[in-house]
């Protein structure tokens, strides 16, 4: 059990890298170690098998990892975790374009959190918005996105409001306000570079030259998209 424990932290530590064969080698061995008893450490394996999964697109088996964590943390009470992994079901049911499915997830982890930690629903009004946004619906998206980012700005060390900021800002160029949509790049980009969340900087970028095809700067939007070797932009 103790050689489980220590598997799971050391999937748990791969996941801020995204190395997911080690998160997904390290969560079996630790399933395979732990006390079938030992229900909290069981579901954090289970939740970052999930995340490699999730990560590598396997949407079927992220679903179903996500699932048993669920049925774990409500069998050990644990709430924290059944956030998460909540959370994370709503992320791969949306990118599995099961939007009515992940808009259910999301809205119970905002139900979960109310009393306890609301801070911790910023992933969760933040793909409410992207719902929204997807259904057209810019007033309501909008006003998600602005929770999640008033949330997500009292914890330390997460990229979501740089998320949130830029879906904003995606948000006012389809309600045709480009100026305020630039105002927000700039936001973003002080936001991530200040926090060295410099993976962000290619999604930026994108979003940057759809807003400069907005101002029929074609040719300033052709540099940014070669410059940052974006072949779908």
Excluded at 69 to 90: Q, V
Aim: negative net charge; contains cysteine.
């Amino acid at each position: 059990d103790l050689m489980g424990q220590i598997a799971s932290m050391r999937a748990m530590l791969a996941v801020p890298r995204n190395q997911t064969d080690i998160m997904i080698a390290e969560s079996q061995r630790a399933l395979d170690y732990l006390y079938p008893d030992n229900l909290h450490i069981r579901m954090s394996a289970t939740w970052t098998l999930g995340y490699a999964h999730q990560v590598q697109g396997d949407r079927a088996a992220a679903i179903k990892a996500y699932t048993d964590a669920i049925t774990m943390s409500e069998a050990s009470h644990n709430i924290m975790n059944s956030i998460a992994a909540h959370t994370c079901l709503g992320q791969v049911l949306e990118s599995d374009n099961k939007l009515h499915q992940a808009k259910q997830m999301y809205q119970h982890v905002i139900e979960l959190v109310a009393e306890i930690a609301p801070s911790y629903a910023c992933e969760a009004y933040l793909g409410l918005a992207r719902l929204y946004y997807q259904w057209n619906d810019l007033d309501i998206a909008e006003q998600h996105v602005q929770e999640s980012i008033k949330l997500a700005q009292q914890m330390e060390n997460i990229d979501t409001p740089a998320v949130g900021w830029m879906l904003l800002s995606r948000i006012k160029l389809a309600q045709g306000d480009i100026p305020s949509a630039l105002n927000i790049l700039e936001t973003v980009d002080e936001f991530i570079h200040r926090n060295n969340f410099l993976h962000h900087i290619p999604e930026l970028a994108g979003l940057r030259s759809i807003i400069l095809l907005h101002q029929d700067d074609i040719t300033a939007s052709a540099q940014l998209i070669a410059e940052h070797d974006l072949p779908i932009a």
